[in-house]
């Protein structure tokens, strides 16, 4: 299966709210998605195969700190290196604004994106208390630095 990269525009914004409805328990409705796009801070990517949004990335960058929002791909897409390469084309964008860093959250018990984000460099550095709702969970924070900053850190649980 091959899958090309591109950058997003509104007109995908249905696609990606698809997507969402597969993904997430609380997902950004078609509305939200086309206002995120249109704001002008935002980067979002999307893979296509065959003319089919099979997964995307999206982030904002605001004063030299990226955050990326969510990735997700659909279920039938999945274990074929394609959230890697959105985030690798995440990054390739991030860098060319700038950014010093990139954060991102994710649910303390989502292990797949957790693995996923470490095999892209991300690494721990907190966690933020009942983030999550439906169900209500911690996230923890992940970040990857291009200041040369980029370390293991542990959470103190004194700061939970
Ligand atoms: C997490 C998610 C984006 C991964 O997408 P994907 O396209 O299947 O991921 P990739 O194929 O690029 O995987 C890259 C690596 O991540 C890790 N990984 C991905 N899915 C995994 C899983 N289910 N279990 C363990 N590791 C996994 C593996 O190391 C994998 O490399 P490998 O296949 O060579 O072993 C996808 O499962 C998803 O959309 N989940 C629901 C939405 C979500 O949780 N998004 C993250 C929100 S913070």
Same mark, same amino acid.
């Given at each position: 299966?091959?899958?090309?990269?591109?950058?997003?525009? /509104? /007109?995908?914004s249905a696609a990606v709210a698809e997507i969402e409805k597969?993904?997430?328990?609380?997902p950004w409705s078609e509305?939200t998605v086309?206002?995120?796009?249109?704001?002008?801070?935002?980067?979002?990517? &999307?893979?296509?195969?065959?003319?089919? =949004?099979?997964?995307?990335?999206? &982030?904002?960058?605001?004063?030299? /700190?990226?955050?990326?929002?969510?990735?997700?791909?659909?279920?039938?897409?999945?274990?074929?290196?394609?959230?890697?390469? +959105?985030?690798?084309?995440?990054?390739?964008?991030?860098?060319?604004?700038?950014?010093? %860093?990139?954060? +991102?959250? %994710?649910?303390?018990?989502? +292990?797949?994106?957790?693995? +996923?984000?470490?095999?892209?460099?991300? %690494?721990?550095?907190?966690?933020?208390?009942?983030?999550?709702?439906?169900?209500?969970?911690?996230?923890?924070?992940?970040? =990857?630095?291009?200041?040369?900053?980029?370390?293991? /850190?542990?959470?103190?649980?004194?700061?939970?």
């Amino acid at each position: 299966m091959s899958f090309e990269i591109t950058r997003l525009t /509104e /007109e995908s914004s249905a696609a990606v709210a698809e997507i969402e409805k597969l993904c997430f328990s609380k997902p950004w409705s078609e509305a939200t998605v086309a206002s995120e796009i249109k704001s002008g801070f935002s980067d979002f990517f &999307g893979a296509f195969s065959e003319g089919e =949004l099979a997964g995307y990335i999206g &982030g904002r960058t605001i004063a030299g /700190e990226t955050e990326i929002f969510n990735v997700a791909v659909s279920p039938k897409f999945r274990r074929k290196g394609i959230a890697k390469a +959105l985030i690798e084309k995440f990054i390739e964008a991030a860098r060319k604004k700038d950014t010093q %860093v990139i954060f +991102l959250e %994710v649910r303390t018990s989502n +292990l797949p994106a957790i693995t +996923l984000y470490e095999k892209c460099g991300f %690494v721990f550095c907190g966690i933020r208390k009942d983030y999550y709702t439906d169900p209500k969970e911690n996230a923890l924070l992940m970040r =990857l630095a291009f200041d040369g900053t980029q370390e293991y /850190e542990e959470w103190d649980d004194e700061d939970e």
